[in-house]
């Protein structure tokens, strides 16, 4: 098992930035990639952001060159650098992480990010 911590959403005016990071515990062997799903009212949760264990990375294509995924592997822990955000950014915010066998084993609380002004 492997619990996930959430920390950083908030309410931001357009063009503002936020950084949300994701501690992990527990089964943390297991973990290939650790990311970020998000959820908009009526709308489908969808990918975001993911960073591999071998630092590669996956980016949403209304995300690519505003937010940054990293990872720092000592403290098990993810964060997603958004700048330029948008109205459309606007959402709840999932941590998630993914085994070796492509399967997503985890996911956190949730974190809402609101984009207005």
């Known amino acids: 098992q492997v619990q996930l911590v959430e920390s950083g959403g908030g309410l931001v005016q357009p063009g503002g930035s936020l950084r949300l990071s994701c501690a992990a515990s527990g089964s943390i062997i297991n973990i290939n990639y650790m990311g970020w799903h998000r959820q908009a009212p009526g709308k489908e949760r969808e990918l975001v952001a993911r960073?591999?264990?071998?630092?590669?990375?996956n980016y949403a294509d209304s995300v690519k060159g505003r937010f940054t995924i990293s990872r720092d592997n000592a403290k098990n822990t993810v964060y997603l650098q958004m700048n330029s955000l948008k109205p459309g950014d606007t959402a709840v915010y999932y941590c998630?992480?993914?085994?070796?066998?492509?399967?997503?084993?985890?996911w956190g609380q949730g974190t809402q990010v609101t984009v207005s002004s």
């Open positions: 960073i591999g264990s071998g630092r590669s990375t």
């Open positions: 998630y992480t993914e085994n070796f066998r492509g399967v997503i084993n985890s």
